[in-house]
């Protein structure tokens, strides 16, 4: 049974991730400071067991602790190796993601998603661990490019989070640049990931209010909030709203099963940048009446103006994660809102 690291673990794609990996029967290291999240994610997934596993509570292990803390790290590393269990692969999901914060706090962003990244990368290579999966996104893209988004389309972020995605990336490519005989790296560039498991146990948890679209619907689809307020009703598309790729959480969570596989086949290519997507775009006008449909309910919504920085149309193109990691997205936008409905009905107040 290989170890992984998972570093922000406790968090929405982390959680979900470590579900997958658990149905691929790994060991699974999780370190959170549980700044964006809580322990009761995990506690749950212990607690209900999904897979019925006896070894359930050796097979996932939770530190609390901070990805710049080097000393904290090292323990980490140090504890893995002494009982035996040295650490493989690490997931790297601990990062801040709103992009308004970012503007707000650009130092707080650079500490924690750019030289955090490298301290764990520090960490990593002391302990001669260098199979790296990085939490990249689509904002790096350029707001000009048009869609479908390829992984050599250009990149041109448009807020200091998306730059501080993009650093990173620079960062790993040139690691493996000068270190290729050591490094194996996977960027996997997400679309907009949403919805829950399927059980309706673990979904999206926002402990302020939600930034993005989907968890904002659902509170509003659960009463916690009034209306939905729809950013621009005359964008250049066919109902005038904007087009997102929306990727479900458990098809976004096995993409990271792949790129696994893909470092433990060999990886032919020792850094390697990935969409994940679907290549579909939904309106938010389309996913608003689909949500609706699919769980047979009304959502209050109004437009509003454009938000800033905003883009008419983003989706991926999903055909180089087909082609290399042999993954592709296989549920729609159905499965989504209706897991991500079943989530917020049954955990109106998250975990
Ligand atoms: P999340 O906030 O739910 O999860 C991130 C986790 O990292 C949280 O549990 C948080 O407590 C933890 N964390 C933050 N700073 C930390 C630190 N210094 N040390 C240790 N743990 C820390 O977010 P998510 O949606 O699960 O995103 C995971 C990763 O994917 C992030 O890096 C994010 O930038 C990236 N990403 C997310 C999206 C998205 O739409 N959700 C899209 C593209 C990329
Ligand atoms: C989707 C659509 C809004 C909220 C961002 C990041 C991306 C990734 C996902 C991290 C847009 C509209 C939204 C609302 C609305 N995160 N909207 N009312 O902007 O595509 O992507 O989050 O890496 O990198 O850029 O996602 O969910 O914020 O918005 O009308 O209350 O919904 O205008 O068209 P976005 P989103």
Known sequence: MDTVLVTGGAGFIGIHTVIALLEKKYRILIIDSLINSSKKSIERLISKNLLKKESINSQIIFINGDIRDVNFLRSVFKKASKSGHIIKYVLHFAGLKSISDSILFPDEYWEVNVIGTKRLLKVMKENNCHNFVFSSSATVYSLDEKSPLKENSSLSPNNQYGYTKLAVEKFLEGLVHDQERFWRIVCLRYFNPIGAHPSGDF????????????????????????????????????DGTCIRDYIHIMDLAEGHIAAIDYIKSGAKEPFLIINLGTGLGTSVLELVKTFENVNNLRIDYEFIERREKDKAIVYADPNFAKRILNWEAKRNIFDMCKDGWNWQKKNPDGY
């Open 203 to 238: 979904g999206e948890s926002p402990l302020n209010t939600p930034n993005n679209l989907f968890p904002y619907l659902c509170q509003v689809a659960s009463k916690k909030r009034k209306k939905l307020y729809i950013f621009g009703q005359n964008w250049p598309t066919s």
